[in-house]
């Protein structure tokens, strides 16, 4: 029979297929199967209506068959079938989709949706294959037909022999040269895995003949191939399944063959919703945080099934970021795909699905943190620093969500705390929610500028994390409680120790200007001390950058020079500053000596570097002699 032309812009969209917009050549047995999964439920539907329909589920089935002589691949179902004008029209027409175009005529809407709705998936054979046949024969049709293909060049359709309804495609698969391995196309084991990703959980049994090594009846150690016809998919995906069938060890076995992670996840969460958008989901909240976590490489996301087939094994859309280390997956119905079915479109439902799952995930983390506390630290220690980011990013739009989930660890606990512990044992006079930034809990506890803060017996709250402050600044207040930082300027307890207060002196003053003049740009301000009792010296900070951040903000690769407005704050209750006073009088050199010194120690004190450490060690000479 005449070879017919595919139409001019069909033409164009072949050569697009072949070579562009599909990212993975092995997707188009995904496509294959569920074109074939389509065909099986347009019989399903036909028998609804027809009684003369007889719909046994163990008659309807997918085949996939291999002949490596000939590099034949068949992908074979008893489905509904095509007429002669089916297959011009459905294959004649590239993106003419046969199965959405059933699916509006049938209004399905009972959970057997089409998938084919673009009607592109079909040619993604010709990424692997230099030919392509298939022989159809139609429900209610007496004839089969044969359509024909070998690419963009058109195709033929002409009369055959096949007895059972249903569609036989068969791809004869490229020849395999340079890095293009078409090889593996043809090997069961891989077509078997290339199933299992994508395809595992097709409603209908996908058969195919598999060879196992066994041992011979009778004999310890010789072994022989015995091929055999085996269902290669699960066919019933566990996040369809009824909850109260499903055990905790149904959970983490699924867990552990999708390869989740290599530990144990601490909570799963199984949701299914039947509202304005359909989707059914598996959730998990990972015990151990993956190698690569914090760093570029990470990819964060859930897998994507539309009706069971892998869309996706990465889709980050369903995520927030703060939310990343979650594991699982959604599978819906509902959500509008790209032409490929690999990409989203970015649509309602998609904001929908995002918006509930990230409500059942905190829903889950809060009620860990209440009845579990043991293993929300456990999660916290992994994930906790993702939270901080959270509160921080997007100008703080995710504070409200995230707030109530923050640990850190008390001055007064000795432990992690939420906001909430900490505001609920603020003592009634207590103006702020306090804290101190440091390294380790270790040097925040040993700190001079918490002891005014200590003395009064407020609790403090250490952040150890670079994030931390960050955060805190974002999150402004928790309960009406701001926070202030015990390096403040303003600690707001001046007012408690007025009767304790003295004016300054005019010759202490006058050392301090001295002070000041000598460390120049180097601090903002010299001034006596409010907060100090035993230590000498400290650096505080006025304006919205502190010290900590400072250092954080320094060790950025885009750093613009931003620095803290230091205080040099002097304890001119301390033996050291009475030395001070005394060099005042009598050694104007001893005096720069000593301010130098006390700086480079407040400094030190904050884990900043010494400028110029050769300096500072003159200066202590200086003295010491």
């Given at each position: 029979m005449?070879k017919?032309?595919?139409?001019?812009?069909?033409k164009?969209?072949?050569?697009?297929m072949i070579?562009?917009i599909?990212s993975k050549?092995?997707v188009?047995?995904?496509?294959l199967?569920?074109n074939?999964?389509d065909a099986i439920?347009?019989?399903?539907?036909?028998?609804?209506t027809?009684e003369s329909?007889t719909?046994n589920q163990?008659?309807y089935?997918?085949r996939?068959?291999?002949?490596?002589?000939?590099r034949?691949l068949?992908?074979s179902?008893?489905?509904?079938?095509?007429t002669?004008?089916?297959?011009?029209?459905?294959?004649g027409?590239?993106?003419k989709?046969?199965?959405?175009?059933?699916k509006n005529?049938?209004e399905i809407k009972d959970?057997?949706d089409?998938?084919?709705?673009?009607?592109?998936?079909f040619?993604?054979?010709?990424?692997?294959a230099d030919?392509?046949s298939?022989?159809?024969k139609?429900?209610?049709?007496s004839q089969a037909?044969?359509?024909?293909?070998?690419?963009a060049?058109?195709?033929s359709i002409?009369?055959?022999d096949k007895?059972?309804i249903?569609?036989d495609?068969t791809?004869t698969?490229?020849q395999s040269?340079d890095?293009?391995?078409?090889d593996?196309?043809?090997d069961p084991?891989?077509?078997?895995?290339?199933v299992?990703?994508?395809?595992?959980?097709?409603?209908y049994p996908?058969?195919?003949?598999v060879?196992?090594?066994?041992?011979k009846?009778?004999?310890?150690?010789?072994?022989?191939?015995?091929?055999?016809?085996?269902t290669?998919?699960?066919?019933v995906p566990?996040w369809?399944?009824n909850?109260a069938?499903?055990?905790d060890e149904?959970?983490?076995?699924f867990?552990n063959e999708?390869?989740?992670?290599?530990?144990?996840?601490?909570?799963?969460?199984?949701?299914?919703?039947?509202?304005?958008?359909r989707y059914?989901?598996?959730?998990?909240?990972?015990?151990?945080?993956p190698?690569?976590?914090?760093?570029?490489?990470?990819e964060k996301?859930?897998?994507?099934?539309?009706n069971g087939?892998?869309i996706?094994?990465k889709?980050p859309?369903?995520?927030?970021?703060?939310?990343?280390?979650?594991k699982?997956?959604?599978d819906s119905e509902?959500?509008s795909?790209?032409?490929?079915?690999e990409m989203?479109?970015?649509d309602r439902?998609?904001?929908?699905?995002?918006?509930?799952?990230?409500?059942?995930?905190?829903?889950e983390?809060?009620?860990?943190?209440r009845n579990e506390?043991?293993k929300?630290e456990?999660?916290?220690?992994?994930?906790?620093r993702?939270l901080k980011?959270g509160v921080?990013?997007?100008?703080?739009q995710n504070?409200?969500?995230?707030?109530d989930l923050l640990l850190f660890?008390?001055?007064?606990e000795?432990?992690?705390?939420t906001?909430a512990?900490?505001v609920e044992r603020?003592?009634?006079e207590q103006?702020?929610?306090?804290?101190?930034t440091?390294?380790?809990n270790a040097?925040?506890?040993r700190l001079?500028q918490t002891?005014?803060?200590?003395?009064?017996?407020y609790?403090i709250l250490?952040?150890?994390?670079?994030i931390?402050?960050?955060?805190i600044k974002?999150?402004a207040e928790?309960?009406?409680?701001?926070f202030?930082?015990?390096?403040?300027?303003?600690?707001?307890l001046?007012d408690d120790d007025k009767?304790?207060e003295?004016?300054v002196?005019?010759t202490?003053?006058a050392?301090?200007d001295k002070?000041?003049?000598?460390?120049?740009n180097k601090v903002?301000d010299?001034?006596?001390?409010?907060?100090?009792?035993?230590?000498?010296?400290?650096l505080?900070n006025?304006g919205?950058?502190?010290?900590?951040?400072?250092?954080v903000?320094s060790?950025m690769?885009?750093n613009?020079?931003i620095?803290?407005?230091?205080?040099?704050?002097?304890n001119t209750?301390?033996e050291?500053?009475?030395?001070?006073k005394?060099?005042?009088?009598?050694d104007?050199d001893?005096?720069?000596s000593?301010?130098n010194?006390l700086?480079n120690?407040a400094?030190?004190?904050?884990g900043?570097?010494?400028?110029?450490?050769?300096?500072y060690t003159?200066?202590?000479?200086?003295?010491?002699?």
């Amino acid at each position: 029979m005449a070879k017919q032309q595919f139409e001019a812009e069909s033409k164009r969209l072949l050569d697009m297929m072949i070579n562009s917009i599909y990212s993975k050549r092995e997707v188009f047995l995904r496509e294959l199967i569920s074109n074939a999964s389509d065909a099986i439920d347009k019989m399903y539907y036909r028998a609804l209506t027809d009684e003369s329909i007889t719909f046994n589920q163990s008659d309807y089935y997918i085949r996939i068959d291999v002949d490596k002589e000939k590099r034949q691949l068949t992908v074979s179902d008893t489905g509904v079938g095509m007429t002669k004008d089916e297959l011009e029209s459905n294959l004649g027409i590239i993106a003419k989709s046969g199965s959405l175009a059933f699916k509006n005529e049938n209004e399905i809407k009972d959970g057997h949706d089409i998938i084919g709705q673009f009607g592109v998936g079909f040619y993604a054979a010709f990424m692997v294959a230099d030919e392509v046949s298939v022989k159809s024969k139609a429900l209610g049709d007496s004839q089969a037909y044969l359509w024909h293909s070998e690419g963009a060049d058109g195709y033929s359709i002409e009369s055959c022999d096949k007895e059972t309804i249903g569609t036989d495609i068969t791809l004869t698969i490229k020849q395999s040269e340079d890095d293009d391995d078409f090889d593996q196309f043809l090997d069961p084991h891989q077509l078997q895995t290339i199933v299992k990703k994508y395809s595992d959980f097709i409603r209908y049994p996908i058969k195919m003949e598999v060879s196992e090594q066994r041992l011979k009846e009778g004999s310890e150690d010789d072994y022989e191939t015995v091929i055999e016809d085996k269902t290669i998919n699960s066919m019933v995906p566990i996040w369809k399944k009824n909850k109260a069938e499903l055990t905790d060890e149904d959970y983490h076995q699924f867990y552990n063959e999708k390869h989740y992670g290599f530990d144990q996840p601490l909570e799963y969460i199984h949701v299914s919703v039947d509202g304005n958008v359909r989707y059914q989901a598996i959730l998990y909240i990972p015990e151990s945080a993956p190698y690569n976590y914090y760093s570029a490489e990470y990819e964060k996301g859930l897998e994507l099934y539309s009706n069971g087939v892998l869309i996706m094994n990465k889709a980050p859309e369903l995520l927030p970021d703060y939310f990343s280390f979650v594991k699982g997956l959604v599978d819906s119905e509902d959500l509008s795909l790209n032409i490929s079915r690999e990409m989203l479109q970015h649509d309602r439902q998609l904001k929908l699905i995002e918006k509930n799952l990230v409500k059942k995930i905190k829903q889950e983390l809060t009620k860990m943190l209440r009845n579990e506390r043991e293993k929300y630290e456990k999660f916290y220690q992994a994930f906790g620093r993702q939270l901080k980011y959270g509160v921080y990013s997007d100008f703080g739009q995710n504070k409200e969500t995230l707030k109530d989930l923050l640990l850190f660890y008390s001055s007064t606990e000795e432990k992690l705390v939420t906001l909430a512990e900490y505001v609920e044992r603020m003592k009634e006079e207590q103006p702020f929610i306090y804290y101190a930034t440091g390294e380790t809990n270790a040097r925040i506890e040993r700190l001079p500028q918490t002891e005014i803060v200590k003395d009064k017996g407020y609790e403090i709250l250490y952040f150890t994390d670079d994030i931390d402050e960050f955060a805190i600044k974002m999150l402004a207040e928790y309960e009406g409680k701001s926070f202030k930082s015990v390096s403040s300027g303003d600690l707001g307890l001046e007012d408690d120790d007025k009767d304790e207060e003295q004016s300054v002196s005019e010759t202490d003053q006058a050392i301090f200007d001295k002070m000041k003049d000598i460390l120049s740009n180097k601090v903002s301000d010299v001034r006596r001390s409010k907060r100090l009792k035993t230590h000498p010296v400290c650096l505080s900070n006025e304006g919205d950058i502190s010290i900590e951040m400072e250092k954080v903000l320094s060790m950025m690769p885009d750093n613009q020079g931003i620095q803290a407005d230091k205080v040099l704050e002097i304890n001119t209750n301390h033996e050291i500053f009475q030395s001070v006073k005394a060099a005042f009088e009598t050694d104007q050199d001893k005096v720069e000596s000593y301010t130098n010194i006390l700086y480079n120690q407040a400094l030190l004190i904050e884990g900043l570097p010494v400028e110029d450490p050769i300096s500072y060690t003159n200066d202590v000479w200086k003295v010491m002699k």
